[in-house]
T-cell receptor, first 113, second 110 residues
Framework: DAGITQSPRHKVTETGTPVTLRCHQT?????MYWYRQDPGHGLRLIHY???????DKGEVSDGYSVSRSKTEDFLLTLESATSSQTSVYFC????????????FGEGSRLTVL | TQLLEQSPQFLSIQEGENLTVYCNSS?????LQWYRQEPGEGPVLLVT?????EVKKLKRLTFQFGDARKDSSLHITAAQPGDTGLYLC??????????FGGGTRLMVKP
């Protein structure tokens, strides 16, 4: 299994506060992704990266930003958290091509009160 | 964004029963993946199908890609409690981006 770790695993925060979720992979994978998972919606892509400092928006990117300063790290930031951003967030990576097998982290459960 | 619809959304069956999960779209995919996710964990890849009409078997699980590469099915024979989980299909478009279906939550009761 690819070594992908997410932190924090659980976070409770208040509306309007900034939140940063971290994803770290040890497989030297080129592509990294942030998804959110909500009941009935499967996994929805927030942002993705195809290399250091190369990122692009997914289908639900509003209210989120990302940064990738190193191959192994991909950060997801909520500048001002809202209750609609309460969700479970998954980071994933793949090395071969963007449509290759995704290796997922264990998820970060975020609750915005 | 290409839409993938999975059905049923929920399925509760007894151990030993057979079941089929469907993944449908009006769009053509270059490949389709199936993942299984257990509570508190991330999804794990089960299989990738690439060719229209392709059938792949993984022990008691049979995966099929539709001839037109717009749909796929997952059939489980003699389900066991260990098969319990969330099953997700994901299709790759021409730009190699994956779109996930909404998932099928399966519970197999002993």
């Amino acid at each position: 299994d690819a070594g992908i770790t997410q932190s924090p695993r659980h976070k409770v925060t208040e509306t309007g506060t900034p939140v940063t979720l971290r994803c770290h992979q040890t497989e030297n994978h080129r592509y990294m992704y942030w998804y959110r998972q909500d009941p009935g919606h499967g996994l929805r892509l927030i942002h993705y990266s195809y290399g250091v400092k190369d990122t692009d928006k997914g289908e639900v990117s509003d209210g989120y930003s990302v940064s990738r300063s190193k191959t192994e790290d991909f950060l997801l930031t909520l500048e001002s958290a809202t209750s609609s951003q309460t969700s479970v967030y998954f980071c994933a990576s793949t090395g071969l091509q963007a449509s290759g097998e995704l290796f997922f982290g264990e998820g970060s459960r975020l609750t915005v009160l | 964004t290409q839409l993938l619809e999975q059905s049923p959304q929920f399925l509760s069956i007894q151990e030993g029963e057979n079941l089929t999960v469907y993944c449908n779209s009006s769009s053509v995919f270059s490949s389709l993946q199936w993942y299984r996710q257990e509570p508190g964990e991330g999804p794990v890849l089960l299989v990738t199908v690439v060719t229209g009409g392709e059938v792949k078997k993984l022990k008691r699980l049979t995966f099929q890609f539709g001839d037109a590469r717009k749909d796929s099915s997952l059939h489980i024979t003699a389900a066991q409690p260990g098969d319990t989980g969330l099953y997700l299909c994901a299709g790759a478009d021409a730009g190699n981006m994956l779109t996930f279906g909404g998932g099928t939550r399966l519970m197999v009761k002993p």
